[in-house]
């Protein structure tokens, strides 16, 4: 387990020590490239013992695309990025120190043979054990395996040939035909028959209707001790063995089967059929592959060369080999006693030239099918069609290269202003213009057949009979500007600056200027074909059709960056070689993109992963994009020149959706196996989902994308990333899908997803929301009743204020106004029975004008009582002093003292107060019958108030429970109750009354006392 990390640390922090190798060696004669014919070259990806793999013995591939490799350092699964043990991916049900071998079947699932448990077989998370050892596979690695169906296995085992079908294990002996011993090859081919070779090396077969093995014809015997036996695409039947490789061929009837002899085709001890029906086999050197038309024209005899080798030399890991394995994408895999080698078709192919320091290579095509091709630091350098090159070293320091319409090859070099016109086989120097030593960096022939050219000091010049001549007025051209120039079809010139674009068509300019306000994009390459013209630069790309400026804008990124290179070709498609890539825009996302120029057209992106010798690095020499009169195109970069045919793009992609998997999820901790549903534990933080997809061919260019049903909107954007993560989800159920598209963007239909269920805390249950509303809707109830209780509570106290305020008048009233009418009413009765008397009839008006002049008083008072409040002065004792002057006789002496400073209190309990002191004032003036009055107000940490006279005192009866129909002393002792004072009401001798109110400073005074 700790290698296997130490694998997956490695090749995350340095790609696997990836190993590109292309299959034409630099080193070797440019004649060989010619000599490689149609079949591509291809790249190389190596995983070698030095990063810890160790020796691959056997490859197998499962349905869901999986790599499964047995090595020496156990049984690994692989997803063409990541390695994991058998025990990480079965999460545990299979121990990794237990398993031999691994076998993948066609009906899914993976068969793996151990040391003590017999042989298992894992298929959709589930583990199912056959202890029987008879049907375990013989050796360390696990011998050989061969499948005719569903849970019924052909082995190798240690007795000898054993069939396991179902549970039931069954050795082979003579009874079947078999002779015994353990079997040297085996194979089932697609009609199900099953082909053994014998210990004595005798070809058996069993066709799915026979009950016994027979020879496969007379004479038939396979030679040597490596042996191995295939099916090509149209159901032939091949042997391989030290000997050779062997194709069976059938008679008329089906038991004269025979061998033929195998004259041409190298020693073999492994070979497996690719997808387009070429032949790869296992040589002593490497690894070889046979065209498929070799194969298809084979008879008895493969008499064919083989169209590739690969070998330890050009990048294998061992000459050592195991395995060999073609998957499902063509890609080929090959185990070695060092390692894992992965060879695939590459997009592009790689013009082989000599070593040179790199620096940017120019391109241009020759009429003839030639490539011409030249650097700083190689001369420009001739590659005829059959393979010969040949340099000239005059013309050495490339510029600029051109093929005019002509078939004239032109270059231009640094160090002069001269330039190279090709004649014959060699080429003769035109001199530059006069003073102008600078180089050539641009170069056309117009239909004149005058040469333009531009020189980095930016100056533009036409031959005109045989002599340079300055253009740069004509064109209205800024000599700090070096812009750009080409050719059309019909020997138009065109040339773009940073303002404009200018015309030239044999015989005058035409000019057209940029709108104003589009964006400069500093034009340094360009192209054109038919009424388009390209213009391309750092900028980006405009182009220029029907008399009006497009500039290109992209979906989403800009994919091109700088560019060095653009060419529109005559089947619609736009190319361009930038410091990314090669860009791709198809034929009808180019016409869309035509029609609405606004909206971005659809790319593909090309690189290294796909052949491409490095990026494009400057501008010269230019140019870096050239298209052969056969349609191929030409792509230089620093570190070469590679070749890629349009026409063959379309039948090259890979069509083939990729199988996704979700591998793991992980939650606080815990991991869950990714092929069922999982419920993940409370309180979940932190969500971790591991996936993949099986596409082995490129997978640097696999791109994902999620949803994460129930959350997300829409599809999210993974790119190449295979794990996502979630934060803070709530409780619920969801759905995880996952997609997938390949190297050419195909998109999976099916993808892969996953039910997630997050568990609550109880906090998050409904039971516990339903609650928690319920007490809030209680609790609302309640503050709702309470405040409703409180707002009552206060109407009712306003009420009662209202009715202990009409009582008390009523008695006010009663006790003074209404007994004084009273009186003198009795009073004027008495006098009208007496009319006659008149002594005794002004008495008693006299006495009736004291009476009413009292009634007038006392009805002031109460009127005085309800209205007066020092609220307005904030003066208590100023209050006081004013009952008493209206209250008192003038033959009652009164003794007014205040102690402490007056301060502010609340103007209910100072109206209170002054309600009481008046009641006790006016009491003690019309009832006790006194002569001294004294009142004492005291502000201290407490309010207190003392009024005492010296009459004749109150009956202890009505200082206890009041008089009938007098409401005073019930009045005070209300209003002292409602301010939360205390009253002291008593007698005192020889005789008067007393009262002492104490009222708590806290509870009444605003301010803090001095």
């Known amino acids: 387990m700790r290698a296997l990390r130490e694998i997956a640390r490695r090749e995350h922090r340095s790609g696997w020590r990836r190993r590109v190798v292309l299959l034409a060696a630099m080193l070797a004669p440019i004649a060989a490239w010619a000599q490689v014919g149609p079949v591509s070259q291809l790249r190389h990806t190596a995983w070698t013992s030095d990063d810890g793999l160790g020796a691959v013995y056997n490859i197998q591939q499962t349905t869901d695309g999986f790599l499964w490799l047995t090595t020496s350092r156990g049984v690994l699964r692989f997803d063409g990025v990541r390695f994991e043990s058998v025990e990480q991916a079965t999460f545990g049900a299979v121990q990794d120190g237990d398993i031999l071998s691994a076998y993948a079947p066609s009906t899914g699932g993976i068969w793996l043979t151990t040391r003590s448990a017999g042989t298992l077989r894992w298929k959709d998370g589930a583990l199912t054990v056959y202890p029987d050892r008879r049907c375990t596979p013989a050796g360390l690695i696990g011998g050989m395996v061969a499948e005719d169906g569903a849970e019924s296995l052909w082995f190798e085992s240690t007795s000898g040939l054993a069939h396991l079908h179902g549970s039931s294990c069954e050795l082979m002996g003579p009874k079947n035909g078999y002779p015994g011993g353990l079997p040297r090859a085996m194979f089932i081919d697609r009609e199900r028959t099953i082909w053994v070779v014998s210990q004595s090396g005798i070809l058996l077969s069993k066709s799915k209707d026979q009950s016994v093995f027979r020879p496969a ?22 042997i391989a063995d030290d000997g050779g490789l062997r194709l069976l061929t059938r008679g008329v009837q089906e038991k004269d089967t025979r061998a033929s002899a195998r004259t041409a ?40 060369a083989p169209v590739e080798s690969f070998t330890q030399a050009q990048g294998l890991t061992s000459d050592g080999i195991s395995a060999l394995l073609i998957d499902r994408e063509g890609t080929v895999w090959v185990g070695t006693n060092s390692g894992l080698d992965k060879l695939r078709a590459s997009l592009l192919r790689e013009l082989p030239l000599p070593h040179a320091q790199e620096h940017e290579f120019g391109v241009a095509t020759g009429a003839d099918g030639s490539v011409w091709v030249g650097s700083r630091m190689m001369p420009l350098t001739r590659v005829a069609p059959d393979g010969v090159a040949k340099s000239f070293p005059e013309i050495a320091r490339l510029t600029c290269l051109r093929r ?74 800024k000599i700090a500007v070096l812009g750009a120039m080409t050719s059309d079809e019909a020997g138009n010139v065109w040339f773009a600056f940073s303002d404009s674009l200018v015309k030239w068509d044999g015989g005058a300019f035409e000019r057209f200027s940029y709108p104003s306000g589009q964006h400069n994009i500093s034009p340094a390459t360009m192209s054109a074909r038919g009424n388009r013209v390209w213009l391309a630069g750092r900028g980006g790309i405009d182009l220029f059709s029907g008399g009006q400026f497009h500039p290109m804008r992209w979906k989403g990124a800009n994919p091109v960056g700088r560019v060095s290179g653009i060419r529109e070709t005559a089947n619609g498609e736009l190319w361009i070689n930038g410091f990314s890539g090669i860009t791709h825009i198809a034929a009808p996302a180019l016409a869309n993109w035509l029609r609405d120029p606004v909206q971005g057209p659809a790319t593909e992106h090309f690189d290294t992963l796909d052949g491409l010798p490095g990026f494009s690095g400057d501008r010269l020499p230019e140019p870096s994009l050239a298209e052969a009169r056969d349609g191929k195109l030409w792509f230089a970069t620093t570190k070469g ?6 026409r063959t793009l379309a039948e090259r992609r890979n069509r083939l959706q990729p199988p996704v998997t979700i591998t793991s999820v992980a939650a606080n ?53 295979r794990q996502l993560f979630y934060t803070g989800l709530p409780p619920g159920h969801y759905r995880m899908h996952v997609t997938a598209c390949n190297n050419d963007g195909v998109w999976s239909d099916a993808g892969a997803s996953i039910g997630l269920t997050l568990l609550p805390a109880y906090y998050q249950t409904m039971w516990f929301r339903t609650l928690c509303g319920v007490l809030l809707l209680i609790a609302g109830w309640g503050a709702y009743r309470f405040r409703m209780e409180q707002l009552a509570t206060a109407l009712r106290l306003r009420f009662n204020e209202r009715l202990e305020e009409r009582a008390r008048l009523a008695r006010d009233l009663h006790d003074t106004l209404l007994q004084t009418i009273q009186a003198s009413k009795f009073a004027t ?10 002594a005794g009839m002004k008495t008693t008006l006299q006495q009736l004008s004291e009476w009413l002049g009292r009634a007038v008083a006392e009805g002031r008072g109460a009127l005085q009582a309800l209205h ?11 209050a006081i002093r004013m009952a008493i002057a209206e209250c008192v006789r003038s033959s009652m002496q009164v003794d007014f003292t205040v102690e402490g400073s007056a301060r502010d209190m609340h103007p209910i309990v100072r109206d209170e107060i002054f309600r009481i002191a008046y009641e006790a004032i006016r009491n003690a003036c019309m009832h006790a019958d006194a002569t001294l009055l004294t009142v004492q107000l005291r502000y201290a940490q407490d309010l207190t108030l003392r009024i005492m006279d010296n009459g004749k005192g109150i009956e202890p009866q009505v200082l206890k429970e009041g008089k009938d129909g007098h409401y005073g002393l019930s009045s005070i002792r209300e209003r002292a109750d409602r301010i939360g004072a205390t009253l002291d009401l008593k007698t005192v001798q020889p005789g008067g009354t007393e009262i002492l109110l104490t009222v708590a400073g806290k509870a009444i005074f605003l301010t803090k006392g001095s």
């Open 265 to 304: 085709a190298p020693s073999s001890r492994n070979f497996a059929f690719a997808n387009d029906g070429s032949l790869w086999t296992v040589t002593a050197e490497g690894v070889s592959q046979f065209a498929a038309s070799a194969v298809a024209a084979a008879s008895s005899v493969l008499d064919a």
């Open 641 to 646: 020149v590679a070749s890629l045919d349009p």
């Open 217 to 238: 014809g007379s004479g038939v015997e396979a030679q040597g001790t490596a042996i191995a036996i295939r099916q090509d695409a149209v159901g032939r039947i091949w």
């Open 829 to 838: 009765d008495q006098a009208l029975e007496r009319s006659t008397d008149m």
């Open 868 to 878: 007066t409040s020092n609220t307005e002065t904030n003066d208590l004792a100023g």
């Open 404 to 477: 005019d319409r002509n078939g004239v090859i032109w270059a231009g070099v640094a160090g002069s202003s001269a330039v190279w016109r090709s004649s014959g086989d060699g080429f003769i120097q035109i001199p530059g213009p006069a003073g102008d030593e600078q180089p050539v960096v641009a170069l056309e022939v117009d239909r004149n057949n005058d040469p333009w050219i531009y020189t980095t000091n930016g100056l533009t010049y036409r031959m005109v009979h045989g002599a340079w001549v300055n253009q740069n007025r004509e064109l209205k051209k």
């Open 669 to 721: 901790g815990q991991t869950f196996p990714g092929w069922k549903d999982a419920v993940l534990p409370k309180h979940t933080r932190n969500l971790e989902i591991d996936y993949t997809a099986l596409s082995l061919s490129v997978p640097e260019r696999v791109r994902f994308r999620y949803r994460l049903e129930g959350y997300d909107k829409d599809w999210q954007e993974a790119g190449a990333r």
